[in-house]
């Protein structure tokens, strides 16, 4: 062998897999360090559906890793790991892109359990002709809470239709991807049906996305539709997608109605369903609800008014306004952040807390330039006493209270489940620490 001529072939892949290991390892010591500093924040512990990672199973192959949209997976020793948990929203992309199964998509951790309902392989609940479908139920995968739509409202069919012109068939709480399956269903078998969803539109959990990318890994068969191919898809595109379905056949949805109570019909058949609007008698409920929850609110005079918003869904319709921002999670800061963004709007940030400290570094070091900057104010230990058409009144933990010039509230403090609201009909849960 001539080694003067043979060397160079011989030293490339050397170089190559040298180069591969210094990558390799440099990017774990980030993700290592990436994890070290989310555990340090307190943010470790996942809002909703999220990955678990078996290490029996796990190669180190890192597809997983680069099918995560939200960066919220990385390389730890060697393994898959969940180091940035509050990215997480629970699309399922990681599951899907493991060539050897070793990702489960559970609820809850060990210290935080999740209580999900009881559910029959139909999706009835233990209380007769209550169903629960998505993400409400366990699965919050945009294709499989579609099918699950779909297959509790055949399962409702199947109990036959009401005679009774004042009854529904079925009452349908929630317009995300179970509910909207469900409602094409409804039609599919002739079934009087209604759905209603307390936000002003449709899309559910979907339209709460805070990112570009959600996955829909695999075909998903819809009523009438058929089956819908979407294996990587914007949340805008699948919301136009939705939008042009609910056009195309009708499906009956009341907006801006919230479901507040469930009750069993006294001596007749089926529920009676309080909501925001009035009553509703029908012969099986389907909730469809997600996660969510209803907007935890301020319970203070003046919320009710027209400018009280909970979430923030466009910044620019509030240029050159005096907007007041309630919060102290990620939620909270963001929005303050994108309207500051905004010279001509005024911003004011307030929490009842003393400190941000369960929020992502980058948002906290965002506000912090902000507010150095004179773009937007922030003020700690602070709660909302009272909000007027043109004024909100603060007041401090020392007794102090203060008026400020207002246009626009935006209230970010959570969501309250219907929990203690189904228990009280007598639904059974269990709770999840991590399982799935």
């Not at 996305?209 to 829909?216: G, I, N």
């Not at 898809?233 to 009708?250: D, N, Y």
């Not at 303050?336 to 948002?363: C, E, Q, W």
Request: a positive charge; proline letters at 6%; hydrophobic letters at 45%.
């Amino acid at each position: 062998m001539n080694w003067s001529v043979a060397w160079p072939y011989l030293l490339l892949p050397l170089v190559a897999v040298a180069w591969h290991l210094w990558w390799r390892a440099r990017r774990e010591r980030q993700h290592s360090q990436q994890l070290a500093e989310t555990v340090a924040a307190g943010l470790n512990e996942p809002p909703t559906l999220h990955p678990v990672v078996d290490p029996a199973r796990c190669i180190g192959s890192g597809s997983c890793v680069k099918a995560c949209p939200e960066q919220a997976l990385g390389m730890v020793n060697g393994k898959a790991a969940l180091v940035n948990a509050a990215a997480c929203i629970g699309h399922g992309a990681c599951h899907a892109a493991c060539p050897f199964d070793a990702i489960s998509l559970v609820f809850g951790t060990e210290k935080r359990g999740v209580d999900i309902p009881l559910l029959r392989p139909n999706f009835e609940t233990n209380v007769p002709g209550l169903f629960i479908a998505g993400e409400l139920g366990g699965m919050g995968l945009i294709r499989k809470a579609a099918e699950q739509g779909r297959q509790a409202m055949e399962a409702i069919a199947l109990r036959g239709k009401t005679k009774d012109a004042q009854l529904l068939d079925v009452l349908i709480i929630g317009a995300g991807p179970a509910g909207l399956s469900a409602g094409l269903t409804a039609i599919d078998k002739g079934l009087r049906y209604r759905i209603v969803e307390q936000e002003e539109s449709l899309g559910g959990s979907i339209f709460h996305y805070p990112r570009q990318k959600v996955a829909m890994t695999a075909p998903v068969q819809l009523a009438l539709v058929g089956p819908v191919r979407m294996n990587e898809v914007s949340k805008e595109r699948l919301l136009e997608f939705w939008h042009g379905v609910v056009l195309k056949f009708q499906l009956a949805i009341q907006f801006g109605e919230r479901m507040e109570r469930i009750e069993p019909a006294a001596g007749a058949e089926g529920f009676v369903v309080t909501t925001s609007r009035g009553t509703l008698r029908t012969r099986a409920v389907l909730l469809a609800i997600g996660r969510r929850g209803t907007p935890r609110t301020l319970d203070v005079p003046g919320e009710d008014l027209p400018k009280v918003a909970y979430r923030l869904v466009d910044p620019a319709q509030y240029a050159g306004q005096a907007v007041l921002v309630v919060g102290g999670g990620d939620s909270a800061l963001e929005a303050a952040i994108a309207l500051a963004d905004t010279p001509t709007t005024r911003v004011t940030l307030a929490y009842r807390g003393d400190a941000f400290s369960r929020v992502k570094a980058k948002n906290r070091d965002k506000l912090a330039r902000l507010r150095d900057a004179g773009r937007l104010d922030v003020r700690l230990r602070t709660q909302v006493q009272a909000i007027t058409a043109h004024h909100a009144t603060l007041r401090t933990d020392d007794g102090q209270t203060q008026e400020l010039p207002n246009d626009a509230v935006i209230v970010c403090a959570g969501g309250v489940l219907p929990t203690p609201l189904l228990k009280d009909i007598g639904i059974r849960f269990e709770t999840k620490h991590g399982t799935a």
